[in-house]
């Protein structure tokens, strides 16, 4: 999709499962069921599409889905069927080493596991070789100061061949990465989760990362058990909501199987979503 001078390209990592009531909260099952009917393990069906941004000058990558450097056990607990993403961006016609930046809303597994690839000799590498990776500082610190209930989703040893590559670049707190492409920081899914803002041509693109992970979040009582701090995902989806509605904003939805791009629109009792066409195959 065109935003400005940019180009927007949905990428494909794959899908993968993640227990239905921990995606939705406090959400009864008999009400999210209705949208997303989960499986006979309680799962539903998780996209992992993250953005590839083409500004003319740079190509960034926002998020690096899952990646396919984990064992049977874990394939088997989540269903995993992905790993798709470095292809994808072959088949785009931007393949890894024309990435220039990549961006991480977080580092939690199902973002961050793209970032490295298996080599030759099965060790792992880094998967863009001449990137910068951006993240945040407070993310990076919190993925290596693991407690029982975040110990689970990060990959310390993963992000660590990051560090090693001296690829590595840590922003503290809201900051412009490119021209155009500024990340904020929410909070709320983790401490230092960040939100990635496009913006070109008097348009705006929201990344909502896992603010908003799939269409369904938009509803304001709909908020992860991931989430450490759920209270502040709900201020922050006030706050960014209002600002996407009011600008006429891009959505951008990470985890939605069935909807990557929209534009949202306060309707009567709800947000409603108007899906825009996407640059990649719907799984439906
Ligand atoms: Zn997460």
Redesign the pocket.
């Known amino acids: 999709m065109k935003l400005g001078e940019f180009k927007l390209v949905a990428v494909e990592d794959g899908t993968f499962r993640l227990d239905g009531g921990a995606m939705f909260g406090i959400v009864p099952k008999s009400l999210w069921s209705k949208i997303d009917p989960a499986d006979e393990r309680n799962r539903i069906l998780i996209a992992l599409n993250p953005l590839l941004v083409r500004t003319g000058t740079q190509n960034i990558l926002i998020d690096t889905g899952l990646g396919d450097t984990r064992g049977r056990k874990f394939d088997d607990l989540f269903d995993v069927n992905c790993g798709k993403l470095l292809k994808s961006l072959e088949v785009l016609g931007t393949p890894a080493n024309k990435i220039d930046i990549v961006i991480l809303t ?1 580092l ?1 597994f ?2 961050s596991g793209g970032t490295v690839r298996r080599a030759d000799d099965n060790s792992l590498e880094t998967a863009f070789p001449n990137a910068k990776y951006v993240i945040q500082k407070g993310e990076w610190e919190d993925a290596h100061n693991t407690n029982e209930v975040t110990k689970g ?1 990060y990959l310390p040893e993963e992000l660590d061949v990051i560090d090693a590559s001296g690829q590595l670049e840590l922003v503290e707190g809201n900051c412009e990465i490119a021209p155009g492409v500024r990340a904020a920081v929410t909070g709320g ?2 401490k230092s ?1 960040q939100v990635v803002l496009i913006e070109s041509g008097g348009q705006t693109c929201v990344f909502w990362g ?1 603010l908003i992970p799939m269409s369904a979040h938009v509803n304001m009582a709909y908020i992860m058990s ?1 989430d450490l701090y759920p209270v502040e995902t709900l201020e922050q989806k006030r706050l960014w909501l209002q600002q996407a509605i009011e600008g006429e904003w891009v959505s951008y939805f990470e985890h939605d199987p069935r909807v990557t791009f929209a534009r949202l629109v306060r309707g009567k009792r709800r947000i409603n979503v108007e899906k825009l066409s996407p640059d990649r195959a719907d799984y439906s």
């Open positions: 977080h939690h199902d973002h989703s899914h983790t989760h896992d991931y």
